[in-house]
């Protein structure tokens, strides 16, 4: 293998890939990244067997080179220091040369190093998957999709299925649900270039929030494949594999109260300071908990009390009130988590008792949802 | 005690004495703030006893009020508490009032807290410093012989006065020094202000590095008054106490040889950056260490070597060499420390052999000198 490459492209790719490689992966050669040069151009690969992450640096874009092999072949070295060296090259342009020992030189300016390398054969394959069922999202969407839902996941391996968010296409829609058995998050979207077809999988939480990490805030199309056991994100040179959760997603639907007891609109900025500022003092407490009641005048109130510290309340004007007075008592991360979710100015929170879980919407935005289990403590 | 204040003022004076504030204290009411209400404004102080910081927020400053006292008076208040609270309150306007039990109402907005507090009068007294021997200098001079020198203590406390850096104040110069016996730094200053006495004292390094953080980058005056046992540093509105620590500081001027065998002119950039890549791989070896070797034509190599992972070789051109070859090998830590101290955009190093401490210096400019014991390994 030996070519040269424009050395901002590959810091780039570099930092992509590095997102898929984990230190502490039981198989070596995983804590390397593979370097790929073909006739076309130059291929990175990381993975940690259940995220595995593909970047493609093209030889030219339009007019431009930004790589130039002079023969083709891959070496596996060391991610970490393959990482730190490329980015503290000092020249524009980085060569490459790998010797049959897999030793490989890497040489920019008047700096050299030589890197103890791997055999390319030796990595594993990624998944080979069909290219019949693609549909496509825009990438924007794909991570609103992903903020909305992901922080929402249990992070207990008790029930594995709950560390990954549910998929479900149906009619058209695509419903992501994240649960950690005490609140949850769903989103919904039909946005155009949905299938007609059903899919219904779990995918890890970790690999929608690396996922994340490397898709653009633009509205490129990124390509959606789903398998039984994989899917793939592909947008312009980077392909996204992540192995799905096994085992079937819990009916939520059935959680979500569709009458309310007591009905409350709030400006979401001012509720959600209230709640950090009460959560100060709750921190101290057992589990974070802030309380809040409603009188008759539309006011809320939400207090907490650490016997050490102090004590806090705070008055927030509601928008409306209505329906039966409330005492209720929750987690002020879980609602605060939920509202930073929530893009709208104004939220409304329908309760149906002290003990029964309640649910925080967007006004006039039926596309997201956040839903939280009280805690007992009147 | 029952006063209103400026918001941001009073933010700004918690940041500052919560410099002095440790967590594990073995006092517990130094886990507070001490807050103090007089007729002219408010002082809050905060001391882990080794560092005491009093920040003064006047009544009025010209036109504008900025704190109303309606009492005077003082409590204590949890440091880590007040600090989240004062930073999170809504209004511009914070209201305080304690009660006789010393429990402090803090109101904000519709926000209101209520704090346990403690007695004032349990609050360590500060140093009384007599006001006679005071000098003064730019608070940006005082930042730049602080960050010149600083780095070089010793973090071990097997000779605690090396945690310290000497102030040595002789024939109207300040030669400021720390080493933790592997390096030295040294930074020299013959600025206005400075007494015509004699003075020798050792500051910690972490007072210093305290003081570094609350003073501004302006030429401002800085008073300084050294004792026996403490050293006071005053700015505008805050007061910055230190112990100082007992015993002789190590005479240093006998290990900084006066003549060289090799002398290397460098561009600073270029030779501080190839340092850090050949460091790169270092880092796995043993302490750090990189090889730099001289040759006739005036280009240096710099290299390193880890046998897992690989080597790497650099040239770098040397404005002016001058001298005996040279083989050395030193802590690349070290020398980077040394080199980004160093303000200069061109170095000399003076060495007089592979195992004699060797000397940087900027060039044309004799104020600062950076000394580095190198290591065996040719």
Redesign the interface.
């Known amino acids: 293998m030996k070519f040269s490459i424009q050395k901002d492209r590959l810091v780039g790719s570099v930092q992509d890939v590095l997102k898929a490689v984990s230190s502490r992966t039981t198989i070596p050669i995983l804590t390397g990244i593979k370097i790929h040069a073909s006739d076309d151009g130059i291929t990175l690969t990381g993975s940690d067997s259940d995220i595995s992450i593909e970047s493609f640096i093209p030889k030219n874009e339009g007019e431009k080179e930004i790589a130039l092999v002079e023969e083709t072949g891959g070496v596996v070295l060391?991610a970490r220091?393959f990482n730190?060296?490329v980015r503290?090259?000092?020249a524009s342009i980085i060569e490459f040369e790998t010797s049959s020992s897999f030793?490989?030189i890497i040489r920019s300016g008047?700096?050299?190093?030589?890197?103890?390398g791997q055999d390319a054969d030796e990595y594993p394959h990624l998944p080979q998957i069909d290219d019949e069922n693609v549909f496509k999202l825009p990438a924007d969407l794909v991570k609103t999709l992903i903020r909305q839902t992901v922080f929402a996941v249990s992070t207990s391996e008790t029930r594995p299925i709950l560390t990954g968010v549910n998929w479900k296409i149906e009619n058209g829609s695509l419903i992501c649900t994240a649960t950690d058995s005490h609140r949850l998050a769903l989103r919904k979207t039909t946005a155009e270039g949905l299938p007609a077809g059903e899919y219904n999988v779990v995918i890890p939480g970790k690999s929608l929030t690396e996922l994340s990490k490397i898709l653009d805030d633009t509205n490129e199309p990124v390509e959606i494949v789903m398998t039984d056991n994989q899917v793939l994100f592909r947008s312009k040179h980077v392909l996204f594999f992540s192995r799905l959760l096994e085992g079937n997603y819990p009916d939520t639907s059935r959680l979500i109260p569709e009458e309310y007891k007591t009905k409350i609109e709030l400006n979401t900025k001012e509720y959600l300071?209230?709640v950090?500022?009460a959560s100060?003092?709750a921190r101290e407490g057992r589990n974070n908990v802030v309380k809040m009641s409603s009188g008759e005048s539309g006011t809320i109130e939400i207090s907490s009390n650490s016997p050490?510290?102090?004590?806090?309340?705070?008055?927030?004007n509601s928008i409306s009130s209505e329906g039966e007075e409330l005492k209720i008592s929750f987690s002020a991360k879980y609602m605060m988590d939920a509202l930073k979710a929530i893009e709208g100015a104004e939220i409304d929170i329908q309760f149906t008792g002290a003990m029964r879980p309640f649910v925080i919407r967007p006004l006039h935005d039926d596309s997201i949802l956040q839903l939280i289990l009280p805690v007992r403590t009147y």
Chains 1, 2 share one sequence.
């Open positions: 060391n220091f730190e060296i503290k090259l000092p030793q490989t008047h700096a050299e190093f030589s890197l103890n300071q209230a950090d500022r100060l003092l050490e510290i102090g004590k806090v309340t705070e008055q927030v």
